[in-house]
């Protein structure tokens, strides 16, 4: 029954017989005849072929279940044995939006390989709604992100960012607010953070260009939900897939955007922008990481989440 499982859910993945057959190898017509030899021994079919793109029927989808339920088990026995081995060999898969991977996971993982060299290390990176998608499938272990559902998912809290609002000189010049605006070296001194450090009115800019992050990441939401507090909306917007590009545009001269303060820091130092803090509650957010509720554990991960915490409170002690 189990015997072409991985055929078939390579087709499943793919959605197409053609890219399938690729992927594992074997011509079109051959993983055809077995999936029909298949379908011809369960007395049912697995996929609906009139469908663009293809998709399974009913008995398809418990069977893909069945599959998973299958690479699950064989998933925790298999971490089973190599805790037994004291950490000497294992894997652990991790996943970050793309902003997170590109300046925190780093120094992560160079911490990681010098304690357990051993241990191999997968990166998978997406936008945080695909990536809480994959973490809740178990297709993924660990996941940094901003926010779980604590019905879902067990997380532990890392470190805290402060979104501010980043402005081209050119346009804080124009709308003669330059003067009540923060210089990335200001930004590295937490001066963002001094409660007597007047936030910034964004009504102001109301008629601006806001760079906006597509759907499905967290500055989104909070870039739109400060917006609608200060009764703004936005009417020339572009949106754009990731963070750096965001930054990178208001660097240009593009447009207004939402940054977090640990980008700043980070990245290449913004010469042409002025940044302005931001009083909402949406401008404050904790980066966590987390993994999938009442899920096997495994050596390998608990070493991970630990390293993980020990790095980040490193990195927010040199800030404070």
Same mark, same amino acid.
Request: glycine share 8%.
């Given at each position: 029954m189990f015997k072409y499982a991985d055929y078939i859910y390579e087709i499943y993945k793919e959605k197409s017989f053609t890219a399938a057959a690729k992927n594992l190898f074997i011509s079109q017509p051959a993983l055809s005849a077995t999936v029909k030899k298949l379908e011809s021994e369960l007395g049912v079919k697995l996929f609906d072929r009139q469908a663009n793109p $293809?998709?399974?029927?009913?008995? +398809?989808?418990?069977? %893909?279940?069945?599959?998973?339920? %299958?690479h699950k088990i064989k998933y925790n026995f298999e971490n089973y044995v190599l805790d037994t081995n004291d950490l000497r060999r294992g894997h652990v898969t991790v996943s970050a939006a793309n902003f997170i991977s590109s300046f925190v996971l780093p120094k992560i993982i160079i911490e990681f390989i010098k304690e357990y060299p051993d241990i191999q290390i997968e990166l998978v990176e997406s936008n945080s709604t695909s990536l809480q998608e994959l973490l809740l499938g178990e297709k993924i272990e660990l996941l940094l992100d901003y926010d779980f559902d604590e019905k879902l998912y067990t997380s532990y809290p890392l470190l805290e960012e402060h979104i501010l609002l980043a402005v081209p000189k050119a346009l804080a010049r124009e709308k003669n607010i330059i003067r009540d605006g923060l210089s990335t070296e200001d %930004? $590295?001194?937490?001066?963002?953070?001094?409660?007597?450090?007047?936030a910034f009115n964004l009504s102001v800019l109301a008629d601006a260009r806001f760079l906006l992050m597509k759907l499905g990441n967290d500055m989104r939401f909070r870039g739109k939900g400060i917006c609608q507090a200060y009764g703004i909306q936005p009417q020339n917007v572009l949106y754009l897939d990731q963070m750096m590009t965001t930054y990178n545009?208001?660097?240009? +001269?593009?447009?207004?955007?939402?940054?977090?303060?640990?980008?700043?820091?980070?990245?290449?130092?913004?010469?042409?922008?002025v940044f302005f803090k931001l009083d909402n509650p949406l401008a404050t957010r904790e980066l966590y990481i987390g993994h999938k509720k009442h899920r096997y554990v495994s050596n390998a991960m608990g070493v991970f989440v630990k390293t993980t915490q020990e790095v980040c409170k490193v990195l927010a002690s040199q800030h404070e």
């Open positions: $293809l998709r399974l029927t009913d008995a +398809g989808e418990a069977y %893909i279940k069945a599959v998973e339920d %299958i %930004i $590295l001194w937490n001066k963002h953070l001094d409660p007597q450090f007047p545009m208001s660097r240009s +001269g593009m447009g207004v955007a939402f940054v977090p303060d640990m980008l700043v820091r980070f990245a290449p130092a913004g010469e042409d922008l």
